[in-house]
């Protein structure tokens, strides 16, 4: 299968991947590989314009790495995951989704610079 997307852990969202325990650690990072080669919302899903989250259900817990593109470099597109977080209710909180859109856009400050 042909890759879509790389996708890049930020500091926040690969020490919450670390934290968990081994298996579910395996199962969030195969499910990152998943989504880069299959457009499936299972795995990979918009939250709003900007920001979209990678998807992952083990064990009755919803484990969720918040992300956005980044498709300036033509021949590479990138994705950067921000944070983590395990998901309680269905809808992901909108202070998480601000905090990753914080994040975003301090990348592409940083970037221009």
Do not use: C
Not at 50 to 61: D, P, V
């Amino acid at each position: 299968m042909i890759k879509r997307f790389d996708t890049i852990l930020l500091e926040e969202a690969f020490e919450f991947v670390q934290k968990q325990n081994l298996k579910s650690r395996s199962k969030i990072l195969q499910n990152i590989k998943r989504a880069e080669q299959n457009p499936d919302n299972k795995f990979f899903k918009k939250l709003n314009n900007n920001i979209w989250e990678f998807r992952t259900l083990y064990s009755g817990i919803q484990y969720r790495l918040l992300a956005f593109w980044d498709k300036e470099n033509k021949s590479n597109t990138l994705v950067f995951a921000t944070h983590g977080i395990i998901k309680k209710t269905s809808k992901v909180d909108k202070k998480e989704i601000e905090k990753a859109e914080n994040i975003r856009h301090s990348y592409f400050k940083t970037k221009k610079k």
